[in-house]
């Protein structure tokens, strides 16, 4: 089947056509339309304007979307529309709601809503040397789940497709938030994720005095639970001591940033393994923007062979932890094929049930959808 999927939960709008078989899928389009530039000068999203940016670029990105799946495939009729209800901005998610409902109305064709957390961990699903096969489910059950991106940072435990735990999560700010923070202390521009890690490659730990040691903040709480926002507090107050006399200088802030993403790195690998060695995880699944970076990638893959080597690490590539729409279709997939979401918000615009299907900015994985 076809699915075409609209993705505008925070400040990306992506329109992915996906082409999924039983056992394969095939990307025939994938269209993000990122608007970092637009919020850089406010150093994080600023709702409403991202709101009409979405209004404004969801045609565009619709047209693009449905060229190239007309170049990579002679027949792109689309059996489905998907659209991400929450969690996210919720003047983002109502955009996409509205213009898939429109969409799906005009080609009287099923909407089915898609849940943003559960799309981050079954991007996945989108192919590489560690794809995950839908027929392994003996194999990668239970799961424990990582999802870190600029608005969540949650441990999920996965028992089967549809079926989630939260085991914890963040009490403040989320892990990408933090990233973002600091970035905008450092006036490094948002988002703050990529920044902090190029300027902390930079830095070499071997051939440097290392000074600077933020907290870890929970790392040893028993709970699964996160916090982030007193290592943003102690960056500022360490940069504010810092320049009382002089400014940074190029070395200090690669110091600041090394530490910085080390610390946040510290605390999801200690309470990821944990959660996966107390629920004998077969598996450990990471998803979400903040997957994309390097280290977190090196230090998680290390870590799980040394202390956990019967758990199977996945990790998306890069490029599907941040926001896309084939995440979305991968998602809607599978609840279109075990028929999760009641018939009749399938049958648009003959059933009724697509009514019920609105923005939810707080919507949660282990809740029901509709
Ligand atoms: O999943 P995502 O695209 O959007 C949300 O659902 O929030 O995640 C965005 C977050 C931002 O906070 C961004 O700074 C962070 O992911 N991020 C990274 C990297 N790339 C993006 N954080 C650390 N390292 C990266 N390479
Ligand atoms: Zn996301």
Redesign the pocket.
């Given at each position: 089947m076809k699915i075409l999927a609209i993705e505008t939960?925070?400040?990306?709008t992506s329109i992915a056509i996906l082409d999924i078989k039983k056992h394969r899928l095939e990307i025939l389009s994938n269209i993000v339309s990122s608007q970092a530039k637009l919020h850089a000068k406010y150093g994080g999203?600023f709702p409403s304007l991202a709101k009409r940016e979405h209004q404004k670029n969801l045609p565009l990105v619709l047209k693009k979307a449905l060229q190239e799946a007309r170049s990579a495939s002679r027949r792109t009729k689309i059996d489905a529309i998907a659209v991400t209800i929450g969690p996210?901005l919720e003047p983002c998610l109502w955009t996409g709601i509205n213009f898939a409902k429109e969409l799906a109305e005009k080609l009287k064709k099923p909407l089915i809503p898609v849940n943003?957390i559960e799309a981050?961990i079954l991007a996945n699903f989108v192919g590489g040397n560690s794809k995950l096969q839908i027929t392994n489910s003996k194999k990668i059950f239970p799961a424990v789940c990582l999802?870190?991106?600029?608005?969540?940072t949650q441990l999920i435990l996965m028992k089967n497709f549809g079926k989630y735990e939260i085991l914890g999560e963040t009490r403040d700010d989320?892990?990408?938030?933090?990233?973002?923070k600091v970035?905008r202390i450092l006036g490094l521009g948002?988002?703050?994720?990529?920044?902090?890690?190029?300027e902390a490659a930079k830095y070499n730990i071997q051939h440097t005095k290392y000074r600077i040691r933020l907290p870890r903040p929970m790392i040893n709480t028993k709970d699964y639970d996160f916090s982030f926002s007193g290592l943003k507090t102690a960056v500022l107050y360490l940069v504010k001591n810092m320049t009382s006399k002089k400014r940074l200088n190029k070395k200090e802030i690669q110091e600041i940033c090394f530490e910085t993403?080390q610390a946040?790195i510290d605390v999801l690998i200690r309470k990821t393994l944990k959660a996966a060695k107390n629920h004998k995880a077969k598996s450990i699944i990471l998803?979400?923007?903040?997957?994309?970076?390097?280290?977190?990638r090196k230090q998680f893959k290390e870590k799980v062979s040394k202390e956990i080597p019967y758990s199977k690490l996945y990790i998306p590539n890069?490029k599907f932890?941040?926001?896309?729409a084939v995440m979305a279709a991968i998602s809607a997939s599978f609840h279109f094929k075990k028929k999760k979401t009641p018939k009749e918000n399938l049958r648009f615009p003959t059933g009724q049930g697509w009514k019920k299907i609105v923005a939810d900015a707080n919507l949660r994985i282990d809740g029901k959808i509709l």
């Open positions: 939960s925070c400040d990306d999203v996210g943003h981050h999802v870190v991106s600029g608005g969540h989320a892990a990408g938030e933090c990233f973002d970035a948002y988002p703050g994720g990529p920044v902090i890690a190029a993403q946040i998803g979400g923007g903040v997957a994309a970076n390097k280290e977190l890069s932890c941040t926001d896309n």
